[in-house]
Structure formats: C-alpha cells, structure tokens
C-alpha cells in the first residue's frame, strides 16, 4: 500500500474501554504516522499536556495548539492538537481523534462531543476514544465503525477508608469545590510539609508548574478536583475521595459509579497497580460500586446530547427556534441548558438589538458574542450585560470595539497582589478577554490586545502558583522562591562556572528588562518562546535571550542528539522538568530543519508501504540526503502516487542524489553541520559548510557526505553545487551556467578537470567503458566543457 492519502480508504476506528489502557497515546503514536493530522481534547489543560508530547516528538513548527483562549500557529502545521470545541472541522487532515467521546452524554457540552461524533471525519482515518459504556451508541450511529475493547494495563483496587494522616506518597484527594480544595491543601501541609493544588479554573500556566512540582517530587500530594480526570497524567498510586458528590451546575447530586471511576482510575500509572478510596470522614463506597469501579463494568449509555446545527439566522427569533429544534433520531436528548443559549434568549428581548439584528450577518454575529464563555460563573445577568454592550458596539461604527471601553475591562485585572481567592477571580475574568482578543475581525490591533491579555495571564498565573506555593509548600528552602536578578548586581569572585557568571548558581536571572523575576516565571517564559527566541550556535550550545541556558550532547545517532542543562542543580526538580520538555521539541525542530522539512516520522509509519517506509527512513538516516545508489532500487518499487505524494513534500531525484530540496538549503546545512559534529564530537572542518569545495583532506578521514560534501578526486564539492553542475552538464544548454560554477569554485585547472570527468560519468554509478574511453582522450561534452573549445551540442 503506497502513501498517498487517496488510494486509502478512510475507516473509522474506536477504543473504548477504561483508563489507563493507552488510548491517547495510541492515537498520538497512530497520527504521527500520517502525513497531517488532528486531535480534540477535553480540557484546555489536557490539549496544552498533549501539545507537550507531540512537540517533544516533532518540534514545535509542525505542531499548532487551539483552544478558546490559547492559540500557537506555525506558518505550516501538520498536527492540530485542540480542545473538542476548537477543533477546525473544516481543515481536511488524513487522521482525526476526538478524546473522551462518553462526554457527548453530558448535559452542557455535549452536543458539541455528538456532533463531533457524527460529523467530524479524517481523510484516510478516524478515532474515537473513550469509556466502554459509549459502545452501543457508536454501534448505532457510526455502524461501519470497527469497535475495539481497549484494556486497563495495571490492576485497581478499593481500600476503604483512610485518615489524611494515613495516606500512602503519591497520593491524590479529591473534592468538589475550591474551598474544600484550600481546607485540605492546608490540613496536609501541616501533616505532610507539603502539597501540590490542581483544579480546572486554573490557567495552563498555573496548573503545569502545579503538576511540574508534584511531577519532579518537590512534594508527595496533590489535592485536585476532577479535573485529574480527563486523561491528565501524573504519577499516582492512591486516589482518595473527599466528597462523594458535586454541584454540577444545576444542582448538588451524587458522582455516579462510571464518573467516580473516571477519577478513580487516575491511580496506578502505565503497569503500576493503584487503589483507590474515601476519606474516613465519609462512608465506606456501597460493594457494588467498589467492585463495578474494580471491574470497569457500568450501565450503557443510552441517549446523548444533541443540538440541532442547521441553525436559521434570519432573525433571533428563527435562530432560537431552530436551536429548540427536537431531534429526529431517538437516541438523541436535545441540549436543556446552555449559557449561549440563554444569553441569547437574553438579549433578544432588548430593544436596541432587536432594532440591529435584522439580517443574516447581524444575527450571525449576535449568536457569535452569546458564545463568549463566562469563565467567572458569578451572577448570569453581569454576563448578559457585558455580551449586550460587546454586539452593541460591533454592529455600530466601524464595526470594532472602542480602544478606550476595552482597556477601562482589562486595566483593573492588571494586578497581581491579593490572595488566592481573588487572583482566581482575576484570571477568570481576564480569560473572557483573551477569548475575545483572538476573535480577530472584532478589535483594532488584535495582535496587541492578544499579547496584552496573554501577559496579564501568565502574570496572574505566576502570582497565584506563588501564592499556592506560600500556603501549601513547607520547605526551609524553596529556590523557586527566590528572586532572580541581573547577575552584575552581585558578582561571584573566582567563579568560573558559566552560570555562576549569569548569577544562576544564587537562582538569579534578569528578565527581558532587567526586572527581577521567579524561577517559574523564568521558566515559562522559556516554555511560552517560539523557536526565534533561541540562539543555537555551531557547537549545539542554547541560549535564550542572551543567557546560556543548555547545550545539545552526542546521542545514538545524528537525529538524536540528547540535551544537558547547564548547571542542572540550579533548577528545581519540576522547573527542569519543563525546560527539559521545551529544550527537547527545540531539538526536535533543529532536526526537522535539517532534513529541510521532511516529515521522516509520518511516512516510516507501519501504514505505508515497506519501500515507502524503506526510504523515508534512509533519507531521515541521511538528513535528507541520499545517494542515488542507496535509493535507486526503493524508488524503482514505489508506484506513481507515491513518487508524486513524495515530490510534494519536497523530494527531489537529483543525478546523484536523491534529496529533500531544502535540506540542501545553507541554514539546513548548517544545522546538518552541527548535528554531525556533535555526532563525530569534534569540530567539524573549517570552512564547512559555507565554503562550496574544500580540499579531501579537511576532513581528516570522516565522512565528508556526513557533513554535506561529495568527493570528487582531490576536493569535496558542496552536494548543492554537486547537483547544480550535474544538472547543466546534463542540460543541452548548460555550458555557461557550467563554466559560471566552476569559475565561481575558484579550482585549480588540473582539479577542475577532474572534478568534470568524475561529473561526467553516469550519475550516481559507475561510467560506462565508451565514456571511459571518451574521457581518456578528453573528448565529448565533458572534455569540450573543460577545454572551453567548443560549446555542447545538444541531444536528441
């Protein structure tokens, strides 16, 4: 089977089945063996998780993250990683997956999860992942599906009640609201000295350098709220339930056995058995609910959540009747609740929009700004009035929000004094804006109020993981704690260790400003860089913003080279762990470049062909570069299609190498210098790789293909000029442009001249006897050439 995505049909495929089974990172492996791809996720915090992986897998500039507030779009991305409401549905990939599809049963959301269900579809290949009791459901709605069982990798067991004083390391409590949340974190700092806080109000940024703590085992427990239990990963061997019910919002009401398992199920991490349990201030779990969680055996689900999507736009009237719409399957329950909708039915009854929503695109853009989620969840009539006065001024004027009204919204969240309580109602409230600012069309310099609502939210972030960290972490110690300053207001006499020199042997770094900054500020804005914000130099060494940061190390071949921070004592164990992450998907990235691209990864997949995987291999081997001799006998066996789908991704059959035509680009041959040095670990020779022919004996007996160079006799020709001047010398017309390289490479004659008769001979292979005759005597086209006597004729 070749690679082209039209000679595949698209299947449908979904693992259903417990947690921790591996379906996520199945589905991740599965699509990066295509070309592109896309996944939904259910939390904004579990996309950034993911987004993480990926990155470290294929670097950052073949990877984009979409969520309602966060976006980061490489010029080119081949992989979407996206919470199920942002996904674009409407950009053709070959594989889709959308996680936790069970979530089409829920009472808010999931309409969104249905219609992603029904609708949402890969070129070649589509995924479904979630928890057994979705099987019917997909059985009857997406018939052709294969329906596979997926099954838990470790054992969980129920071990009754436990006093916070009893709770094994690495545990986990979990309770139901913010201040219940708060209550514990203090009760086991005082028992335990220290504990890590997750729950879903906070920001990406917050929650990381929460998990990066518990992670690097700074501390021994994490007290969350059920956010832990979309798919997030963390070292878990004991889940420990605080409550035993939740307000969800419309009322207080107990988990039910299959959400107490979602949760559950977090313990026990990969073939690490976990068990789970209660508080001993509550009562034991009922048998059949500790041995259903056990067995992960539960009720089918029976109907799911459904919004009608032929939506009438034509007045607000029509657009509400037509989200009242009844299903017409009965497996469906339409949506009884939603805040758009609402907002909507709001709003439709105020005067001056009735007055303004009269057309198609008006109510269109009314239905857009009921959309804006209400992150505060405070009073429902305070939301209402801010989307009045949004659609108000968008359907006025020029049609934008006024400069002046945003900034009076947004300048009093500029603020990151306060404690927990009302950082958290801060950053609520600035993620309304951060959605609002990636809403392009609607502000006057969008890209400044993005920038600006993204800084104010890391910097409340920072502020409340201080805060968290001030309350909940009891160490004598704490570096993270610690200001980071300009190193020249405190110099280290006699110290000759490079981070010494910067300060960050004390912990002290400067900001972009000079500004005193925390560690984990340090650290996310590292994390948070693009790929531009990093200084790579010829030996591997990484610098960010002028600080030496790491250096890139030998690893077990050219595409793998491993990383070590400079001074890794330095760094608390969670903050390494990030910089560690981000500094491998810069890696990632310097590979890429130096394969001009080439998506090695997708195409060595086990759904291609063997000769289709063959020689993606042999090319990522070769950084994109390859003999013809290597790859003559692979190509040969590759149909049509395949050549073709190849071509588009930039590969070129060259008359002596089969090539990726960037990675013969100068900054991919750079970086191919770089990596082989690192390889050979030793400088590489001098003049490469910007000096186009370079005496054999430079290299010093390494392998000058290695390093981007062909030889040819007593010089090594540059593989770019080497295809350059077969290319002429096989044009009928190519004397001129010949003779412009060969003077521009500055050889001596005898050397030019042989550097022409090796040129000359059958591309790629041996020459035959006729032209080994010919050139003897320095006769046809090649000897023409080099005498300079007579201009090629051209061929038939």
Not at 46 to 69: C, I, N, P, Q, S
Not at 445 to 457: F, H, I, P
Request: with cysteine.
């Amino acid at each position: 089977m070749n690679s082209s995505p039209s000679s595949r049909p698209s299947v449908v495929v979904a693992e259903l089945g417990p947690t921790n089974t591996g379906k996520t990172h199945r589905a991740i492996e599965r699509m990066l063996e295509h070309d592109t791809g896309m996944i939904g996720l259910p939390l904004r915090l579990l996309a950034r998780e993911v987004y993480d992986r990926v990155t470290a897998r294929v670097g950052e500039g073949r990877v984009a993250l979409m969520t309602g507030e966060e976006k980061r779009l490489p010029p080119r991305p081949d992989y979407w990683i996206c919470t199920v409401e942002a996904m674009p549905t409407d950009r053709p990939v070959d594989f889709l997956a959308v996680d936790e599809i069970q979530l089409a049963a829920h009472r808010e959301r999931g309409h969104v999860f249905t219609d992603r269900l029904l609708h949402a579809r890969g070129l070649r290949e589509t995924w479904f992942l979630g928890a057994d009791t979705m099987r019917p459901m997909v059985q009857a709605l997406v018939p052709h599906a294969s329906v596979k069982r997926a099954t838990r990798l470790s054992q969980l067991r129920y071990s009754g009640r436990r006093s916070l004083k009893s709770l094994p390391p690495r545990s986990a409590v979990v309770a139901f609201s913010a201040d219940r949340v708060y209550e514990l974190a203090e009760a086991l700092r005082r028992l335990r000295g220290g504990v890590a806080v997750v729950l879903g109000a906070l920001s990406p940024r917050t929650r990381n350098a929460q998990v990066a703590m518990y992670q690097a085992g700074e501390v021994q427990y994490l007290v969350a709220t059920d956010a832990i239990g979309m798919g997030l990963n963390l070292d878990l061997n004991h889940v420990a339930f605080a409550a035993l019910s939740k307000f969800d919002g419309a009322e207080q009401r107990d988990l039910f056995p299959d959400e107490l398992a979602q949760i559950a199920g977090r313990a026990g991490r990969h073939l690490n058995d976990g068990s789970f349990g209660t508080l001993n201030t509550l009562p034991e779990l009922p048998p059949r609910v500790a041995s259903a969680i056990e067995s992960h055996r539960f009720p089918s689900v029976r109907s799911l959540i459904w919004r009608n999507a032929a939506l009438d736009f034509s007045s607000p009237e029509s657009l509400l009747d037509s989200l009242s719409r009844a299903p017409h399957h009965s497996s469906f329950v339409r949506v009884a609740r939603a805040d758009d909708f609402d907002a909507l039915r709001e709003l439709s009854h105020v005067p001056a929009i009735r007055e303004l929503a009269t057309d198609r695109a008006r109510v269109e853009l009314l239905w857009q700004v009921c959309q804006i989620p209400d992150f505060r969840k405070g009073l429902f009539g305070q939301h209402v009035a801010l989307l009045r006065e949004t659609f108000l001024q968008l359907s006025e004027g020029d049609g934008k929000l006024e400069q002046a009204w945003l900034a009076r919204q947004v300048s009093p969240l500029d603020d990151v004094s306060g404690d927990i309580h009302t950082l958290m109602d801060r950053l609520a409230a600035i993620r309304i804006w951060t959605y609002i600012s990636h809403r392009s069309s609607w502000l006057h310099d969008a890209e400044q109020w993005q920038e600006r609502t993204r800084r104010l939210e890391d910097a409340l972030g920072d502020a409340l993981h201080e805060r968290l960290v001030e309350r909940f972490v009891q160490r004598a110690e704490r570096r993270s704690a610690r200001r980071f300053v300009r190193a020249a207001a405190h110099p280290l006499p006699g110290s000759d260790s490079p981070f010494a020199r910067l300060g960050l042997l004390l912990g002290e770094v400067p900001g972009a400003d000079g500004a005193a900054v925390t560690e984990e500020q340090f650290v996310q804005r590292v994390v948070d860089a693009t790929h531009e914000a990093f200084q790579v130099d010829a030996s591997g060494s990484i610098s960010f913003e002028g600080q030496p940061l790491a250096r890139l190390v030998r690893g077990k071949d050219r595409r793998s080279p491993q990383l070590a921070l400079a001074e890794p004592e330095v760094w608390t164990g969670g903050a390494r762990r990030r910089l560690e992450r981000r500094l491998v998907a810069l890696a990632r990235d310097l590979v890429t470049e130096a394969m001009g691209g080439f998506p090695a990864e997708a195409l060595t997949g086990a759904g291609r062909s063997a000769a289709t995987r063959g020689l993606a291999y042999r090319l990522a081997e070769g950084l994109g570069v390859i003999s013809q001799g290597e790859a003559r006998e692979q190509w040969r066996l590759l149909d049509d299609e395949a050549r073709e789908h190849l071509r588009t991704l930039g590969v070129r059959e060259g008359q002596r190498f089969l090539y990726v035509a960037e990675a013969l680009a100068p900054p991919a041959l750079e970086r191919r210098c770089m990596l082989t040095a690192l390889l050979h670990q030793s400088p590489p020779p001098k003049g490469v790789p910007r000096e186009p022919a370079l005496d054999v004996a430079e290299f010093g007996g390494r392998a000058a293909r290695a390093f981007g160079y062909e030889v040819l006799g007593t010089v090594a020709l540059r593989i770019d000029v080497v295809e350059r001047l077969s290319e002429a010398l096989r044009h009928p017309h190519g004397a001129q442009q010949v003779h412009t390289l060969i003077q521009e490479l500055r050889l001596e004659s005898s050397v030019r001249t042989q550097v022409l008769r090796e040129l000359g001979g059958r591309s790629g292979g041996a020459p035959s006897k006729r032209r080994r005759r010919r050139r003897g005597r320095g006769g046809g086209r090649t000897g023409a050439l080099i005498t300079g006597v007579v201009r090629p004729r051209a061929r038939s």
